[in-house]
């Protein structure tokens, strides 16, 4: 994997704009939370400013990751779908200062830099929306079709050997 780092504060004064795609192997953080490595994420970053000025990027990241379901230990494809507004700040004060001005918790602002690493921020990202305890909405063997193949395989037969104790009594 090659490291995408851009100055973030020139990134935003330009109105640049970059995206790809990036393999769930190449993330180690989110590797380990996944079921498996396969697939990948779509990302796109674009630069400018909010309405009072502020360096802002925007990301937005999409794709699916192989989590496993906490009810029934099966892996399901999770669907990451994200857009984030970040405020960059040249200092964590400035940061804290930019954050009591804003008073919206839909933005975040963060520490720029001029070796601003995209590839953690995209990485980031991805780890915030998936589910700390993720599940899924039914799970396989919540199915109908699994509820009634279990009750059907479940239920009472009368056992061959039940004959065998009945003849067994009368004597």
Do not use: Y
């Not at 960059?88 to 963060?110: M, Q, R, Y």
């Not at 929306?129 to 993720?134: R, V």
């Not at 799970?139 to 279990?150: H, I, L, N, T």
Request: charged fraction near 25%; proline fraction near 5%.
């Amino acid at each position: 994997m090659q490291a995408i780092v851009i100055d973030a504060f020139s990134f935003c004064q330009l109105k640049e704009h970059r995206e790809g795609s990036i393999l769930i192997a190449d993330l180690p953080r989110l590797s380990a939370e996944s079921a498996s490595n396969s697939g990948a994420l779509d990302w796109s970053l674009t630069g400018g400013t909010d309405k009072m000025g502020h360096p802002q990027l925007i990301l937005t990241v999409k794709g699916a990751v192989q989590l496993m379901c906490q009810r029934c230990l099966t892996p399901f494809a999770f669907d990451v779908d994200s857009e984030s507004v970040l405020i960059l700040a040249k200092t964590e004060d400035n940061a804290d200062e930019i954050e009591a001005l804003l008073e919206d918790d839909e933005i975040d602002v963060v520490v720029g830099s001029k070796t601003f690493n995209v590839i953690d921020l995209i990485e980031d990202e991805a780890l915030l929306e998936i589910p700390q305890s993720p599940k899924h909405a039914v799970c396989p063997k919540d199915s109908p079709e699994a509820v009634a193949v279990e009750a059907h395989a479940n239920s009472k037969k009368e056992s061959p050997f039940a004959v065998l104790k009945n003849i067994n009594g009368r004597t």
